[in-house]
T-cell receptor
Framework: EAGVTQSPTHLIKTRGQQATLRCSPISGHTSVYWYQQALGLGLQFLLWYDEGEERNRGNFPPRFSGRQFPNYSSELNVNALELEDSALYLC???????????????FGPGTRLTVL | GQNIDQPTEMTATEGAIVQINCTYQTSGFNGLFWYQQHAGEAPTFLSYNVLDGLEEKGRFSSFLSRSKGYSYLLLKELQMKDSASYLCAVRDRQDSSYKLIFGSGTRLLVRP
């Protein structure tokens, strides 16, 4: 069974540009979580999508946004990039609905975003 | 508030046993996870505790005490490939969210 996949693996942008990161969950999973891991820091929760809806967001500015498609894949958009947005962006998936409260989150390989 | 504490670094010898501790404070506790993360790679799931006690899975065991806000990950028969960061994460159900709150991770170095 395929795991969580993310694309691209690496992304280099300049300040002020926009970045789009993509995630495909494990088959059967409807919940997608996005986390940011800046160098030397712990993972920080960004966004949670379940069954096509944004369910919760972390303490990040509105220029971090995203969506979930009918096939449950997800996209994270970061507008007006700043240098401090350079980080590893990880996507995780789990079963959704009521099962989101008990299921394990499995992580994809991440997208390393570098902002110059 | 929400807080997860774990040691920054630990060193152990191949073949030995190491215990990585984690203490947490959260208002909506809904389970504790341990993940392993090699440098530049994604976290991989190791264990999950939601009730008090010990969960054993091969060379890895994890313990939880909810009353003390405390967990540990026990690694036995250490191998060189166990050199990695170990992340303690608490699932928080506050605000009807099931996000994971992570500690900063413990970097484990296994020496020959």
């Amino acid at each position: 069974e395929a795991g969580v996949t993310q694309s691209p693996t690496h992304l280099i942008k300049t300040r002020g540009q926009q970045a789009t990161l993509r995630c495909s969950p494990i088959s059967g999973h409807t919940s997608v979580y996005w986390y940011q891991q800046a160098l030397g820091l712990g993972l920080q929760f960004l966004l949670w999508y379940d069954e096509g809806e944004e369910r919760n967001r972390g303490n990040f500015p509105p220029r971090f946004s995203g969506r979930q498609f009918p096939n449950y894949s997800s996209e994270l958009n970061v507008n007006a990039l700043e240098l401090e947005d350079s980080a590893l962006y990880l996507c995780a998936s789990s079963l959704g609905g009521a099962r989101a409260s008990t299921d394990t989150q499995y992580f994809g390989p991440g997208t390393r975003l570098t902002v110059l | 508030g929400q807080n997860i504490d774990q040691p920054t670094e630990m060193t152990a010898t191949e073949g030995a046993i190491v215990q990585i501790n984690c203490t947490y404070q959260t208002s909506g506790f809904n389970g504790l996870f341990w993940y392993q993360q090699h440098a530049g790679e994604a976290p991989t799931f190791l264990s999950y505790n939601v009730l008090d006690g010990l969960e054993e899975k091969g060379r890895f065991s994890s313990f939880l005490s909810r009353s003390k806000g405390y967990s540990y990950l026990l690694l036995k028969e250490l191998q060189m490939k166990d050199s990695a960061s170990y992340l303690c994460a608490v699932r928080d159900r506050q605000d009807s969210s099931y996000k994971l709150i992570f500690g900063s991770g413990t970097r484990l170095l296994v020496r020959p």
